[in-house]
């Protein structure tokens, strides 16, 4: 099994998109789903890595060995959202039920003209955000994607929201130009959303606590929200069967602050904090989690988790919220 997410090809590239597109397209969402059953089986018989990884990952969130048929239920989970985001990135909402929770506080922060940093995950649907397009449509949403490991999703975009596709900021870039492109974005009122559950194999990373194991969270997001002083908040798009998604906004931070000498623990507070929140949602839809390699024993894990006392740490982390 790959321990490394860049070391697995991207599902299906371009074929895959012709294939969704025609589905989607010609035959509705109705027969598209009615399809997703032997596209199921096919990765399930052939897509060895991903589905070994996905057993062991089942095996640990329900607290018993995985079953085929637990599998196949993870790949067809995973395969309705990736039909459903055609129309989503179509702007074709109202096809779904989106139950929405948290959105008052974000809806009051963009009320003051103030941008933030939306942290997603490979939980669910993240193009379930695309809902606020509905809801603010003045509001500009950013999305921070590696455009050289993600052609397929990147033509994808191209072609059903250019709008959307224009405004990727590109995390290939060299780090001082995604800072400055996520500043000037958020500084002019937009919304940046990013991914911040997978390290690239160069990224630096900070062990936390998840599930029951150690795994290694990348450290960039955090430090570029403390560089930036701007909202952060996460977002968790839960796919929950037919046609219903429930979006869940949660305020983490107001601004943040690492201070020099207590960077470290502080940094350690934030994304163990972050952790737990990511393990309340994946055991809350255990099968949305679409990390399909060994999340835990990629060649970050041998990394020591760094130890903060947990009276200290709640004070730290009170310290790190800012009011409004």
């Known amino acids: 099994m790959s321990a490394s997410w860049k070391q697995r090809p991207e599902g299906g590239g371009r074929l895959a998109i012709a294939l969704i597109l025609g589905i989607a397209r010609l035959g509705g969402r109705r027969v598209g789903r009615v ?23 089942l095996s640990r969130v329900l607290g018993r060995p995985a079953r085929l048929l637990d599998v ?107 800072v400055m492109a996520i500043k000037h974005a958020t500084e002019e009122g937009a919304l940046v959303a990013l991914l911040v559950d997978r390290p690239r194999p160069e990224d630096p990373v900070l062990p936390v606590s998840f599930l029951g194991r150690t795994a290694s969270l990348p450290t960039a997001p955090w430090l570029v929200a403390a560089v930036l002083k701007v909202p952060v908040v996460l977002a968790f798009g839960l796919y929950r069967g037919g046609n219903r998604y429930q979006l869940s906004f949660e305020t983490f931070s107001d601004g943040l602050d690492l201070p020099r000498r207590q960077r470290a623990p502080v940094l350690a507070v934030l994304m163990r904090d972050y952790a737990a929140r990511l393990e309340h949602h994946t055991r809350s839809a255990p099968y949305n989690w679409f990390n399909f390699y060994d999340f835990w024993n990629s060649h970050h894990a041998d990394a020591t988790p760094l130890a903060v006392d947990a009276d200290t740490a709640v004070q730290r982390r009170t310290a790190v919220r800012r009011t409004a």
């Open 72 to 178: 196949a239920r993870h790949l067809h989970t995973f395969a309705a959202t990736i039909l459903d985001r055609v129309y989503m990135l179509c702007g074709q909402m109202r096809r779904f039920d989106v139950s929405i929770d948290g959105l008052e506080p974000l809806r009051q922060l963009l009320d003051r003209g103030r941008g933030a940093l939306i942290f997603g995950s490979h939980l669910g649907s993240f193009d379930a955000l695309r809902v606020l397009a509905t809801e603010r449509p003045d509001v500009q949403v950013k999305v921070v994607l590696d455009k050289a490991h993600n052609p397929a999703l990147t033509e994808l975009l191209g072609r059903l929201n250019p709008k959307l596709a224009a405004g990727i900021i590109d995390a290939g870039m060299d780090s001082t130009s995604i």
């Open 35 to 57: 399809l997703l059953y032997p596209i199921t089986l096919y990765f399930l018989i052939v897509r060895g890595p991903e589905r070994r990884a996905s057993r062991a990952y």
